[in-house]
Every structure is written in C-alpha cells, then in structure tokens.
C-alpha cells in the first residue's frame, strides 16, 4: 500500500526541505522488503516500480534488513579511489529527483561482495536513520599471543568462525564470502586505545614477497617477522587485503549528483570507503558516523569520507569518525596528464593514477587550466568544448583555445569548475589509521570546532601531480577552535597542521606559491611531541592563538621544529603558547621564506633564518 | 575523399550479395588510417563518422597496420566462453546494417590486451581479405633442451625477446605487453608434426600449486617435473596462462547480429578463440584460416570457432584451421538453471557456467524448454514474455505458462529457438589440442567432405548438463565422405565420432535418448588404434560405408572397441570396411540398445551382446 500526503505545512519548513516535504511515503514492507529475509530483490523491484518519481520517501520499519549480490542489480562502475568491477548494488538509486531513504533505525545487513548504496545521477537525495554493516567484514583481526625473539616469529590467535582461513602451499588465505584474500596490507592496531599501535609502521609484516607461515594447533598461525619489530602479546594484527581487490565495495558512493543528505547512518563496515562522492554538488553529513562493531576494533577498509572533484559546500557536522584504515576526509581535485596534443584545440588526456580511472574529468562548460607538471603551476585558463571518453584511462578533449606558445614540455590539466567549500563543525576524527583530514581544494574552507586524534598528520593541504595527483592548492583556509589530541603517533615529523604540495626530483617550485591563505587559529594541541605546523609553498599563512599543551601519553620527542616554515611568504606566527614542555618549542624558517611576523609566542623560540 | 557508387548490375547479382552492392566505398587512408602508424584512434574516428550509415565499406591499402590499447574505445563486456571484462577494442563495428571491412590483403598487427573486431547488433557484416596477428602472441614457447632422469628435471631454452620472462620468488613471470602470466596452462608440442605430441598429458607441468623453477643461464630454465613424465630433448613446452585472465581478447568477436560473413581472414593469434559468436543468425565462414606465424608453433589460446546460442545456418567453406590450443569449432546453446519460481510464471535463472555468465540467454518471444537436471530431458515447452536481467549470472524471466504440477527438484531452461544448422564443407582442422568439431545444435548438420585430425575426439556430439552447460540434444546430423586422419594421438579411447551426453552421477538417463539421427556415412579412417565411433543415449544411428585403414604414425592400440554402442535405439552398422590392422576390429553394444542391425561388414568382429 502506497499512500501520498500533501504537506500544507510546507512554507513553514526551512527551504532545503521543502523541496522534499511534498512527496509520497512508501512503506517497504507493503512491498515484501521484510526484516529476517533477503531484501534485495524485493527492494530492487519497488525502486525500479517508481522510477521516475520525484519527493519518493521509503520507509523502513526498524528492523536488520539482509542482502546479498546473489539477485542484486549489477553495473560496470568506476568509482574514484577504488577498484572498478562490475558491482552489484543494494540500493541503485539512478536519476531520482528528492528521495529518501528512511532506515527507522534499521540495520542493513549485507553478505559478500555488494555495494550497499549507490546515488547516481540523482538531484536531491537523503539518506537517514540507518547503519551499514557486513555479516562478516573485509579484514581479518589476528590477536598476537606470542611473540619469540630468539627464532624472529610471533604466533597470532584466530576466530575462525568470524575470520576463516585456510593454509595453502605455506601461505595463508582468509575465506570471505565468495572470494578468498591473500595475507596482504596489514597492521598493528593496540585494543587499550582501539587505535593503530604507537610507531606501527616498525611492525606489520612485509607482504611484496611470500608470506610464509605455520599453523599452529587448530586456530593459530605463526609468522616470520621478516626483520620488522614483533609485534607485542596483546597487540592485533589487522590484515585487509591486496591491490586490486582491497576497495571493491564502498558502503555509499554518489555520483554526478547534487543535494546529497546523510543524517544519524552509521557504517560498521566496508571493502572500501564508508562514503565516497565524486562529480556531486552539495553534499551534508550531520551526525555520520563510522565506527567499529563492539566485537571488531576495525571499521572501514579505506576512508571514512572522500570527495573528488565536487562542488557547492561539502558540509559535515556532528560526525563522529573512528576506527578506519584510511584517512577521516579528503577533499580533492585530479590533475590529469595531456598524453598528446592533436591540433584543433584538441588533446589526448589521461587519467594519472590507476584508482582514478572511469573519473569524468570534465565536461562541456567546464573552466580548465593547462599547467606544466614540472612546476605544477598554470598558465593558461580555458574552458572545455567536448569530451569524448575512449576508456577508463584516456579521453579526448576539446577546449575552446590554447596558447600560441604550447610549450613542449610534460603537461597537465586541472577541472577549476569542480572544487568545492568544504564546511567542518563539531566533529570528531579520530583512532584512524591516517590522516584525520586532507584538504586540497580551491573553495573557501572551514574547519572549526571539531576533535582530531590521527595516528599520521591531522590536516595534510598537500596537492601533488607525481602519485596520487590529487589537485587543489587552496586558496582560502580557515582551521580554528579545533583540539588536536596526540596527533602523530605513528611517530616522526608529523604535524597537526602539514600544508606542502608533494613534488617529484623532477618538479621544481615554480615563480609562484603552490598555497594560499591558511588560517591555523585558537587551536588547542594536546602534544607528546609539540609539533604545529610544516608548511611549504604557502602565501599568506597565519598561526595564530594556538594553545599547545604537553601530553604524556606517548614518548616525548623534541627532534623536530614545532613550526616549520619552506619557501613561505605572508606569514605571521603571533600568540600561541606552549605549556608544559621542558623545553622551549622551535620555530624554524627557510632563507627563501619572506615577509615573516614573529610575535608575542610564549614557550616557542624562532631559530635564526 | 569518399567517393558513392550505384552498382546498376545489382539485379544479376545473387540476392545474398546485392544488399550491400549498393554502398559506399571508403578509402581509409583518406582518413589518416595509414600503414605503420597507430590506426587505432583515427579508424576509431572514421568509424564513428559513419555510425546509423548503411552500404559502408571501409577499404585498407595493402600494409601493416598497427592497434594498441592505449587510445582503443573500450566497453565492458561479456564474451561467452571467455573471460568478461572491459574490452579495448580495435573495430568497433555497432548497430551497422551491411558494413564490409575489405582488408586488400593487409595485416591488422595488435599489441596487447585488445579485441580486434567486434561486431555488435550488425545486420549484414563482411570481413575480408586481411590478416590479424599480435606482436607477441598470447603464450610461450619453450624449447626442452636438456632433460635428467636422475633429479627428474628438464631445461627449457626461452628466446626472451620474443617470450620475455623474469623469475621472482623461485617461479618464473611471462611479461606480456601491460600484465605478466605466471606459468599456467601448459602442453608439449612435437615441432616435427607441429601438434601436441603423442600422449602429451603424461608431460606437461602440474600448476595446481607453485610450481618452482631455477634460472640457468641467461635464457634457460629448469623446471621439475613433479611427477609427470620428462618431456623429450626437442620437443617444445607452450604455457599459455591462467584463469580467468587466458580469454580476455577474441580476434573476432560476433554477438547480436545476423548475416554476417569472414572471407579469407587469416588469425595467426589471439587471447582466446579466433571466432565467437553467439545470438547470431547466419553466419558463413569461407576461407577463414587460423594457423601460426612460420616463427611460432601455436596459434590461438583457444578454440579457432565456437558459436552459442546462435540460429539460422552457420556455414564453414574451404576453411583451414590449425595450430591452436582448443577445439576446431563448437556449436552449441546452453543449459541455465533454475534457481527460483517466483510464482505467475516467474522465475529467477541462472547462466550455469561462469564462462557463460553475461549470456543473452533468450528474449521475449523465444520457446523454450523446462527440463529435469536429472535425466537432463525437457517435460515442458513454452515461450518467453519478458526477461530481466540482474546481474552477469541471473536473470527474471517471465513464460507464457507452467505445468500445473512443476516438479520440485532441480530444474534448467533451455533456447529452443536459437539452435542454427551447421554446413560444413571441404574444411581442415588438424594438428591442434582437442577436438576437431563439437556439434550439439537441434538444427539440421551436414559435415561433408573435411579433412579432420584431432588430438581429442574428431567429432563430439555431447550436450551437458553438468560441467561446460552446452545443449542441445541433436536432431539430424549427418557426417559423410570426410577423412579422419590419426584422430585421437592424445592416446586412450578417443574417436572419430563420439556421441553422448555427459552426465553426473546424480543425473541418469530418462525415458527418451537424448540424440536423434545421426549418419555417419562414407568416410575414411586413417588410423592407428581401428577406432570409428562410441555413441550413447542416440535414437537413429547408421554408421555405414566407412573405410578404416590402418596407420603407423602412432603406437597401435587395439584395447578398445571401433564400434561401441551404449543404449542406443535404430542402429544401422553396415558396409564398413577395416583394412590393414592384424586383428579385426570390435563391435561392441550394450544390454540395453535396442534394434540394432550389423551387417556386411569387413574386418570387423561383433561381440555378443
């Protein structure tokens, strides 16, 4: 039963609902969509039997909803930093104007290789009042039991009814459901902080060659530590599979849509990101959160969120991010090479990194700029005239002019039109392997009030065209009254604040700065290790106000400069203090870094130029 | 410059040929379609230009023309019998009515992973006079140089420009152009007969698991031989890949289409089968060639032409197939499962081999079959009103009507539509792995006047329900006046007619045979081992006036009956003749055949029954 109601109310709703507030309300059960039972083909024929609807809401009634790839629908897809494959989908939401989806605090419970729910060509999309979850998830969690110096092994302990595996030629195969992963990427995360062990990078097992092991009576594999440090009893070996079949199943991927929702979803799980968008204008997650399961310590294989070449505000308040594999956020752009220029305005570009492929790097209206990938500077600006797709690396573009001059050397392209605001108020990131937050775009720029605890940077504004060419040197950064708590406890020169593009021997810093305008304001630093902020390449740069007090919960480390400035121009470093370190916190400057304002800092002392 | 031309002849022309006398020619050359260049993105461009045009054909100067990956259109696709991925293609050739592709004799030179021609939705297709090849084929020839008893090791010597290999973690790498092939699938070839050598399943290397080779020297290997018997000094080891990545890239790849014609195209290799077609109605090969280069001993991956699922005639005339790694051609439907009744004439199916999955398995309109999966025998029949399609390997498929008392127990589908009649005359299929012809097609067959010497099998009428899914019981087949010479040099009870289905232990026959009229008439057998035929579950059989002389090529072998009936109905064994061999040769039939007449035979002895 299908019942439709007209909200005379309307016009006293805020006008982002509005839009929605008329609509028809689809109860799923009238559909057989039922608790306990496979939804997924019942499901795939209610959305398909309202196709073309506009202001469609399907209800949930709360309960653990099952599905699985057997009858799912199933489409070649590229989605951005994952593997491309055929992927069968829980919810294919294609081309609808204003639908929601209204979990009423249900589970959806998904088995094997799925993508949960996938927003394609949509205007107007929410999703709401659910979480994401696998039967069983895309890692394997090995406690370490034992640990033995004297032949180099260390022995870890398996539940194999949630984590099954067999041992085959000496080599261990985790069983999954429908497919089986090498022991592959791999680390060690501490249960006493449910987050990756301090200095995890010396454990963890190399994986590029055979990875050898023993079974060790009926649920226990021993490991070969293969020169790396044994990982201590207690500690868990967290093990997510191997390249190109490690990202094949985010839990949400939208695409080329606008006016995205996700409000109080929580994901468990997922063979990739909790939430990836690409090609999307508006995106808001309040109260999202990915988190681990009690009975896991791990949540996501890769990263809670990430936006790739998107536009309008990318919005995120009252999130809570915890317990992933990858970074929190990352907002970024794609600097695509020009294969070859064939006359007429036209190129052969190519999509640079591998886990980009299938991008649609631009279309017809889109401004681009031509840049040289030696100095990763621009120096033309156009806009595209048509786009033809060959395959998933390569196109051919068209663009209405080029310079006279084309100079000869390696070049690039950069889609202007798709960067996006990027909002971030009241959220927590933390427990993560990674990065708290990656922000490479040319929008105006937020992060206020929110909670970082990363075990890698808290916020890297990087931007590089020589490995994951990411693209974006920002141009207005505000990042204030936020607390960054124990940040870098993987250890080394890692920073709250890291703001540098990443260049190859070849590249080179060109004229300008790649960076401008970061604002780094009444941050609070809880610090073993009193590091800031590293930047490089940036123009007009403020730290200001900050607070930084000692932290011992990991070891304290002075090695490296608190505030370390490279080839920077209009900065100015006033008022933050330092407390509770036995040593003075140092600022240090480049010779090429110009136009510096050192003032009224306390704790901190400036190393002469 | 493209110049039309009105054919005022079109009347005297036989009518299969006028429809697309009238057209237009298109020098490719005047495009930038040009020999020893990359012709991949201008043709791409060419044939973009003539898309919704009919009459077109496109002609090649006489040259070597060259195709790549890089800027190739690509698509995903599922190619039956291969392995389903996205495609990069070289002839994109979709939706076209009457296109011709003349070659003028050039060679289409491929390099990597791509598929050279596919012909999608055409409506009248001609290929001709052109040749396809790859810089590197799709396998590695290895030359057994040295061979030890004692260690039970052999060497092979590896020309590494031709067959590049690099050996890491003690097993050895063949670099192709874009990926690497460990060792895989691997048979020993004789350079003097230039076919698998005699009773080549005791060589070969087993690669269930790791199989561990030494370097020696700069171009040899060392490989043990775990088991299997030393391959002899001379004769060549051809590994040839693993799945599900050994079928990525057919030469020519037909689906969807009809009247569509190959006329003197040669494949010298390929990443899969030379032709496939499937959904295609008539198709007609006409001195088509598929053989290696002079500097190589294999051909193709797989099969030289496989047809499934196809309708109207399939027709092969004066074609020479050789050298390849698989069957000479096969033609066949396929069994799908049923999973599920959904109810009002609903059910959910399922492509049963996952070398089938992406199957068109049948379209609104089409009868088809229900059928036990036990005695693999159809109960009843009816026609299709819609199909939905789920994913690769399921489908929604709605009939017209049910039997009111649907047996519960495991049932398939079958496409009684989409069976085509086979003519096939004045061929030769020799010296490959395998069989020379696989026939299991409802429709009328005529195999006259051939030249087949198999490996396998020469000609295998099956049908299965239980490994390769391929149907198609057969109705009236007629096998006449062709030469089998030494078939069946792989060693054991291997024939030149052998007719049966395969069946699981769990399945049994049914009431009914499962094929129908088959006549196996005039032939010559040149043979060392007296075999002429093993047939099963056939109603209607005649073997008569066959000659079978006897052969010293390979070891004489008289363990097995010539003649060997299994519950066979209408048998007809007269007028053959055996001549030369020092014994006579058996006729051999079970308890259960029924009206069976053996008369005026020579030289041959039947067994009591």
Redesign the interface.
Known sequence: MKFKWYCLLALLIPSALSSQAVGEEINVADHGVLPGEDAT?PL?RLIQSVEGESNITLVFPKGTYRFA??????Q?RAVTNHD?S?K?MGFPLFGFQNITIDGGGSTFLYHGRISPIVIESCTGATLKNFSIDWDHPFHSELAVVENNEDDDTFTVEVDRDRYPYTIK?GEVLFERDGWSDPFGSNIVFDPKTQSPIYDTKKYGVNYS??VKVTAVGKNRIRFNANGRALPPVGSVLITYGVNPTSRLCPAIHIANSSDIRVENVTVYAAGGMALIAERTENVTLERMVVTSTSDRLVATRADATHFVGCRGTVKLENCLFEHMLDDGINVHGAYVKI?EYLGNNRF?GAISHPQQWGLMFAAPGDRVAILSRETVLPFHQTSVEEVEV???E?FVVTVLDVPDDLPAGPLSMENLTWYPDVVMKHNTIRQNRARAALITTKGKVLIDSNYFSSQMHGILIEGDNKKWYESGGVQDVTISNNVFDNIGFEGGAVYPLLASPLLTDEQRMGEGHFHRNIRFLNNTIRSFNGLVAQTRSVSGLTIAGNAVEFSSDYPANSEFPSIDLHYCDDVQIVDNTATGFDHALTIAQSADSTDVEIADNVGFQAESK
Chains 1, 2 share one sequence.
């Open positions: 083909y795939l790839p057997d009858n799912a629908l199933e070649f491309n055929l069968r030629h060659k055979p294969e052969i060959l395959n998933e390569r």
